[in-house]
């Protein structure tokens, strides 16, 4: 871990604040004074408006000592601040801006430890860091630069941000960083707000996040073990590490960026494995392509701390309000004796699961714990600051003795909600930090117009089993047992498993399946009828009558894989053989379906397609048009009587509903994704199960995600 040796005890003197004060000069008019900016004499606590650190005198110039600032230097950062005249001469005043610039140039930018005093440095100059925690892949990126903006003016001073490498590498080699996943057009947009980046790149990330960032390919080969020193897993690390890190290298802070840290992994000590060879090598892969500069840790609850930490790796923790903070900060002083406490996952909230309630932390709980972190000293995070949405197939799911998956909607009870508007929550927090540092000038923005619309009729297309051609255009896979998701090379949504009865089956025969082999969650379908679904980890009995070689379909659907829990390693689909009553069922056909491409807004397939639809229950396709009145707003999709599908909205996947059971009710529509006044909006739906008599939805002016039916 890199010394600071900027500040000797005799001599509190930087670059930074020299800068600073000969911009002061400048702007005084050429008037010299010795006395530097107040926060560079500050104590141990760092920047504080109030309070403990709080110097007896009163700062010489307060427009060129802002306590609070960003990251940004004093000399381009004094927003704000009240321009004295200048009374020296322009030829005077351009040498002093001039040798400004110079010493700009030459001025050694750093983020490092001071063991002395237990804090970190910016520059040389003691910094604490006030930080929240905004997924760029649960935000549409015409929307980041207003929650960075909110989180700024929030008075924070660093967001903390994942790197999922499933939404980045969909195929091996095969690399996206466009539109919603420009990771290096999100670091701009902190930067203009002034935000400092705390990266966090995994491999492995959790985040509630599908299969918890690792691709879901991985599991192609079935023996691999994830996160550890597996050859096959350090390969595929290592190929992905050397296309993200030398992106982010020229955002490091030390390299002219806004990234302070980088996190190595994540929690790794509530993984089973405990294999240090592999934490070692991800250091050393961090260090040889970022260099001996970067500032590394980790993060881990207080009893991961054994297996997560790492020597050479600064060691941080995680714990939420109802915690006992002075044990678990304890516990994080046994790693790090002589550094700076640091919180790197303080709960403002909690995840939702379907089936489960709608999860809220109480602001008073919140305020009060964070407060007594700030009082401390300590860095904190707050996860999440802004949770966001799950949209397409990327929620997550948890392993807690059953499978969790997770909502669509990630609001997390967070203090931005997850259609961007500032909540009590919120305006809490901001108090409680104006207490320790002066905020950003100027008001929090206002809430987002909200629009209510409907009720919109969707019309039936027809029901899955007529659309196979076209979701699947390549024959089928043919095969004497069924094969996962991965086997086939399908990553997310749906798989279509299709045999046939070898016997008549005069009376109910049990379908079933060992060890819970359903993963997901499986809808079946005899000769076109809908009879009914299987779960994992449920034991539902389903039974069937028919004549030997009637049509058995099985759709398989992926709900999301493990990212929290004993092993990652999720396999999707039939795991096992189904068994009609003691025969088990050979001789299928495999479809991997494609609905997403099929879902496109030009595409007319359902126009063209000419379908009796008998049966109205089970898989099917809805689709309607609507036009809004007025510009696009915000909204909130609400599908009542509707049972449990997934919804495009002019051919953006907006993710799962699942009426029937909850919490969620509602799915956020950003409004970057509708067409304004007149412009035809395309919605498309996926029912799985059972539609209302009544096919339509509505557009509401307000979430709805607190209901759950058992």
């Known amino acids: 871990m890199p010394q600071a040796s900027v500040v000797p005890p005799t001599l509190p003197f930087s670059i930074r604040g020299f800068r600073a004060w000969l911009f002061c000069f400048a702007r005084a008019g050429g008037r010299p004074s010795l006395a530097l900016p107040v926060w560079e004499h500050l104590p141990r606590g760092g920047r504080k408006a109030g309070g403990r650190g709080r110097p007896e005198t009163p700062p010489p110039s307060r427009s060129c000592s802002r306590p609070g600032a960003g990251p940004r230097d004093v000399a381009d950062g004094l927003r704000g601040a009240p321009k004295p005249p200048l009374a020296m001469g322009p030829g005077p005043r351009l040498w002093l801006l001039f040798q400004l610039h110079l010493l700009a140039q030459a001025s050694p930018r750093s983020f490092v430890v001071d063991r002395e005093r237990r804090v970190f440095l910016l ?48 195929q091996p080699g095969v690399y996206n960083f466009q539109g919603n996943r420009d990771l290096v057009a999100f670091l701009k947009a902190a930067s203009s707000e002034d935000l400092l980046v705390i ?25 691999i073990v994830l996160r550890t020193s597996d050859p096959d897993f350090l390969a595929a690390v290592d190929s992905w590490f050397h296309v993200l890190l030398p992106m982010v290298q020229p955002w490091l802070y030390h390299n002219g960026g806004n990234i302070i840290s980088l996190q190595v992994e994540n929690e790794y000590g509530s993984y089973f494995a405990c294999d240090y060879t592999y934490m070692r090598h991800l250091a050393g892969l961090f260090r040889a392509l970022l260099g001996d500069e970067i500032f590394l840790f980790t993060t881990d609850g207080p009893e991961g701390l054994k297996c997560g930490t790492l020597q050479g790796l600064y060691c941080t923790v995680d714990f939420g309000p109802a915690d006992n903070m002075t044990k678990i900060f304890a516990m994080q002083r046994k790693y790090e004796p002589n550094g700076p406490l640091v919180n790197s996952e303080f709960y403002t909230g909690w995840l939702d699961y379907w089936g489960g309630s709608h999860s809220t932390e109480d602001v008073k709980s919140v305020t009060r714990a964070l407060q007594d972190i700030l009082e401390l000293g300590a860095n904190v995070n707050m996860y999440m600051f802004h949770g966001g949405t799950n949209f397409g197939y990327w929620n997550g799911a948890d392993w807690k003795k059953v499978y969790l998956p997770v909502t669509t909607s990630y609001d997390y009870d967070a203090p931005i909600s997850e259609a961007g508007d500032p909540t009590p929550k919120l305006f809490a927090i901001q108090n409680v930090i104006s207490k320790f540092q002066e905020l950003p000038l100027g008001p929090l923005p206002l809430p987002s117009p909200k629009m209510k619309l409907g009720p919109v009729t969707v019309k039936l297309d027809g029901d899955l089993l007529n659309f196979l051609h076209v979701l699947c255009p390549d024959k089928p896979i043919h095969t004497h047992l069924p094969l996962t998701f991965e086997a086939v090379k399908q990553d997310y949504g749906f798989l279509l498993y299709r045999t046939w009865l070898p016997q008549n089956l005069t009376k109910p025969t049990q379908l079933w399946v060992q060890n819970s082999s359903i993963h997901d969650r499986a809808y079946v379908m005899l000769d076109g009828v809908f009879l009914g679904t299987m779960e994992r980890g449920k034991e539902e009995a389903l039974f069937l009558t028919g004549q030997a070689g009637s049509t058995l379909d099985v759709l398989l659907e992926n709900m999301g894989r493990i990212s929290f829990g004993f092993n990652h390693s999720d396999f999707k689909g039939l795991l096992q053989p189904l068994v009609l009553g003691q025969v088990v069922l050979t001789d299928w056909q495999l479809f991997p379906l494609n609905i997403d491409a099929l879902m496109d807004s030009e595409n007319r397939v359902f126009e063209t397609q000419k379908c009796n639809v008998k049966f109205p229950s089970g898989p099917a396709f809805y689709s309607a048009t609507f036009r809004l009145p007025g510009p696009a707003w915000d909204t909130f999709l609400y599908l009542p009587g509707w049972t449990k599908g997934q919804v495009w909205i002019n051919g953006f996947n907006l993710g799962r509903y699942w009426t029937k059971r909850g919490p969620q009710q509602s799915l956020y529509v950003p409004a970057p994704l509708l067409l304004p006044t007149g412009a035809p909006n395309s919605i498309k739906l996926l029912e799985l199960e059972h539609a ?19």
């Open 199 to 223: 990266l966090r790149p995994g491999p492995y990330i959790c985040a509630e996040w599908e299969m918890g960032g690792l691709p879901s390919w991985l599991l192609q080969k079935p023996d």
């Open 123 to 170: 520059d040389g100059v003691p910094f604490r860091y006030v930080s929240g925690s905004l997924h760029y892949s649960r935000v549409p990126s015409q929307l980041w630069s207003d929650r960075l903006h909110k989180m700024r003016m929030s008075g924070l001073n660093a967001v903390q941000v994942y790197v999922p490498w499933n939404y980045h590498e969909p």
């Open 692 to 710: 209302p008599t009544r096919t339509q939805i509505q557009f509401l002016d307000r979430p709805l995600l607190n209901f759950t039916i058992h």
